[in-house]
């Protein structure tokens, strides 16, 4: 693995995993107070996921509601949609911004074919419902209108079978682009059955990617349509030293466009130990370059802009602010871990983690510089 330079070293008192600081999440004392939400309260969610549009505004999932805060995560509403009672690891929420979000679940456990689809344009005061012909979909919007929905229909003996989906009114509708379903009509076989498929990353409403894993060793699974999910061609990327005898895999949510052009991938290398190879593109896709450095671990990474992003690996953070070309290490105070959950982070200085210990208890941290100093800002 390539020594990974420059860096810096943000070093302070170790507290550990299970240990919960009493210390309150630092805001200056004369900082006014948010504007209440129209919802009610909820104190202290055992939140499953975050996503935050700012240092303040925020989404968050239970394993039964939908909440939103407004005060960087400190106050909690309940906005989820009319006769929802379950949500948890199944439900699907995806946001444009604070006000337009979509939320998906299943209509039933036993059936591939059918979900619900809630869409608020009032940052979830009130909702609307479609009928949507997908139960379990990695889901995307572009804007107000136009998405994406990479519909799981079913994993056996190394293969995955999906379809593709688009809309063009904001998630009323939804017409089926391609499947690579042999027992469906029409079915394609440009998006081989064979390998997971962990994610949709569009560019536009013509060009995206699907990738995943064919846990084939040198073999990403990696393909891109570029006529609106008709068809669809495999993409080769230059693979680092030792590649070839490693399982390359792209989780959900690790590969991303920041905009039409710019774009990045984590994927990750397993063999007798777990690295990550960070990919970019400024063109669209069109070709991608291979970061200098190796990170070691496997953790999750968060893209947050053309030049900068954060990865979680154990007990460290890896921080860049120039689209990959180098790495910073961040040392936490609270040791994280195996217990880190979730990670969400708005730009290279404020961010959240959820952390989940053996016991059950989830205690969302905020971190305000950098991730070297974090405070829990809910713990049931």
Known sequence: MKQLLPFIFLLSLALGACNVPSTPAPYAPD?????????PLVEAPALISVQFINSLDGWGVTESQVLRTNDGGITWYNVTPPNVTAAGYQANLALID????????????????????????????????????????DLHFLDAKNGWALADLGVGAGSNAVAIFQTTDGGATWTQKFTNDPNLAGAGDTLPLGG?????????????????????????????????????????????PGAENAELGIERGQMKFLSPSDGFIAMR???????????????????????????????????????????SSGDQFFVTRDAARTWSIVLPDV???????????VDTMTGWV????PGGRRVMYRSTDGGATWFPVVAP
């Open 31 to 39: 900082t006014p107070a948010p504007p209440k939400i129209d919802a």
């Open 98 to 137: 604070n006000a337009q979000a979509w939320l998906h679940l299943p209509a039933s456990q036993n059936d591939f074919t059918s979900g619900i689809l809630y869409r608020t344009s009032d940052g979830g005061l009130s909702w609307t419902s479609f009928p949507v012909p997908f139960a379990s979909a």
């Open 196 to 240: 997971l498929k962990a994610g949709i990353a569009p560019v536009s409403m013509q060009a995206a990617f699907v990738y995943g894993v064919t846990y084939a060793p040198g073999a990403p699974y990696l393909f891109r349509t570029d006529d609106g999910g008709a068809t669809w061609s495999p993409v080769s990327l230059p693979l680092p």
């Open 269 to 311: 290398l397993t063999s007798s130990s777990y690295q990550l190879a960070i990919y970019v593109t400024h063109d669209g896709g069109n070709s991608w370059a291979l970061t200098p450095n190796l990170l070691p671990g496997s953790g999750s990474a968060d893209f947050l802009s053309a030049q900068e992003a954060v990865i």
């Open 335 to 345: 040791k994280f871990g195996d217990t880190l959950a979730g990670m969400d982070f």
């Open 354 to 357: 959820i952390t989940l210990d």
